[in-house]
């Protein structure tokens, strides 16, 4: 109780199996006294690209734009754009971060990878200047909740599902600093029986009850690629 979540969320359709899952986390934490806030990106029609728009006022070298210098500048003065700092304002203030999206081509859609892209910028997230590693992002948990076209029987054949996270878990959230708990996968709900997706969304209601009981993963190379 008490515990902040931010749930970032990717799909277009209220409707959908995600659309689900999303009012399944947000019934369940809030019913645990968590505070729960949302952002429904496409809902926000939240902007993905990578810009010079993100900056405002005067850039650090307009000769030659380079969004990780300009973002980093931007940042200490105050000058990111109105969107980027409300979405980083519910970073900080959450102790959780879950992703809800359907795997699109190995990874996350667009639009969330745009938010990736866009919030996660150097002087908030991560500091390379920094010795510890830089990710400054301490004291936060992720999840990546995700669902699949795929069967489970067609994942576990060569692992690839870790092979996927690899990215996702280590290389953007890890890298800030987030410890990050076991990824929620829902596999093709598109393709079960209506009482086996009944089952998924139970499971996930289920989960969450015993959420912050959890012990995050130990995000290292081996737990991919064993
Ligand atoms: P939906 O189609 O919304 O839901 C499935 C069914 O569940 C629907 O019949 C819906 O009515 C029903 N449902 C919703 N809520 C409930 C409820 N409360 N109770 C019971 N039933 C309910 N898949 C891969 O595996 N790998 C890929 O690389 C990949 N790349 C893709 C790339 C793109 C561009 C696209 C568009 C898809 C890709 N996919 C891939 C498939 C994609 O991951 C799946 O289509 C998606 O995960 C399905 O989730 P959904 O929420 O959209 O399902
Ligand atoms: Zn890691």
Partial sequence: PGKKVLIVYAHQEPKSFNGSLL?????????????VTVSDLYAMQF???????DIVGHLHNPEAFNYAVETWEAYKRGG????????????????????????????????????????????????LTKANGGGL?????????????????KYAIRGDIRYLLWPMQHGIMHFCGVKVLEPHICYAPEHVSEEKRKEML????????TLWKEEPIDCSPDWYFK
């Fill in 137 to 153: 992002l301490q004291g936060k948990l992720c999840l990546f909740s995700f669902t699949t076209g795929g069967s489970k029987e």
């Fill in 47 to 53: 902007e993905p690209r990578a810009t010079r728009n």
């Fill in 202 to 209: 139970t499971a996930w209601t289920q989960r969450l009850k």
């Fill in 80 to 127: 990111l754009s109105k969107d980027l700092v409300e979405e980083q304002k519910k970073v900080q203030e959450a102790d959780l971060l879950i992703f809800q999206f359907p795997l699109f081509w190995f990874s996350m859609p667009a639009i969330l990878k745009g938010w990736m892209d866009r919030v996660l910028v150097q002087g908030f997230a991560y500091d």
């Fill in 23 to 35: 009012k399944i986390a947000v019934e369940e934490l809030t019913k645990q006294g968590c505070s």
